[in-house]
């Protein structure tokens, strides 16, 4: 199944268990409003198929695995309840990961920034290869990670967490990443990272399906409070979003990118 959407995707297949659900967006992999909607919707329907054991999530191309927030409609918000609902959309798949009765693979092929760094720390398992860069760029623009916050910092601890949402201009390297505990496994090469992707998925698809959902209760303990916390955090993304520093700072990424 594939949503297309203003030049990019959302789709899904299942085979032998195991759902790919695949993301896609010209901008980088940048994630609209439409986009982050879509993807919440596939994870929420793999996660209550029968067919689905294991799920794989990935984005397409070969550069960067995900850019964060569009720019674009980032600056086309102009009143708190347009950046409430926006940032609502990060939010939204978190915790759609996060409630998923399936363990989640994540494939981290490419450099994750602001919101792609939350998914990668908001999957179960994630698998990355060489160049998979990280960095938190909210303060660059006005705003912070604060949607996106819980999940890293469960992931990666207060510490790291700091550091990432504080130096917002400074590229971590996906070995810093994978000794923080953002990445299970980094592979030097993105065939090796295939096909550890395919070993554990076949493992986990053979696996007993009560069994990994009662493993990813214990794993996600003590996070029932998302759902009001999360939405209480795109609020304050969605007021700050409105300040004349973010403005100008779009504006002038927006200009950069054009020249």
């Not at 899904?12 to 993807?39: A, C, V, W």
């Not at 990280?134 to 996106?148: D, N, W």
């Not at 959902?213 to 209480?232: A, R, S, V």
Request: charged share 25%; aromatic share 8%; with cysteine.
């Amino acid at each position: 199944m594939i949503h297309e959407i203003k030049g990019g995707y959302v789709k899904s297949d299942t085979r032998k268990d195991i759902t790919t659900i695949e993301f896609y967006h010209p901008q980088s992999n940048s994630m609209p409003g439409k986009l982050l909607q879509e993807l919440a919707l596939e994870i929420h329907a793999a996660g209550n198929d029968d067919s689905t054991r294991v799920i794989v999530l990935r984005s397409g191309g070969d550069t960067v695995f995900c850019s964060g927030a569009s720019f674009d409609e980032l600056n086309a918000i102009s009143t708190p309840e347009q950046g409430f609902a926006f940032f609502s959309g990060f939010a939204q798949v978190i915790n759609t990961l996060r409630k998923c009765p399936k363990l989640v693979i994540g494939r981290i092929h490419g450099k994750c920034v602001g919101g792609g760094v939350g998914l990668a720390a908001a999957v179960d398992y994630a698998i990355a290869a060489e160049g998979a860069e990280i960095k938190l760029s909210e303060l660059a623009v006005g705003i912070g990670p604060f949607v996106v916050g819980p999940a890293v910092e469960r992931k990666i601890g207060a510490s790291a967490f700091s550091q990432l949402a504080i130096d917002a201009t400074m590229w971590r390297n996906a070995d810093w990443a994978r000794r923080k505990g953002l990445y299970a496994e980094l592979h030097p090469n993105l065939e090796s990272m295939d096909e550890s992707i395919a070993r554990l998925a076949s493992t986990l698809a053979a696996s007993s399906p009560d069994a990994m959902q009662e493993l990813k209760k214990i794993f996600w303990k003590g996070t029932d409070h998302w759902d009001q916390l999360l939405t209480e955090r795109a609020a304050i993304s969605g007021r700050l979003i409105l300040g004349e520093f973010s403005r100008t700072a779009i504006e002038k990424f927006k200009t950069k990118v054009k020249a």
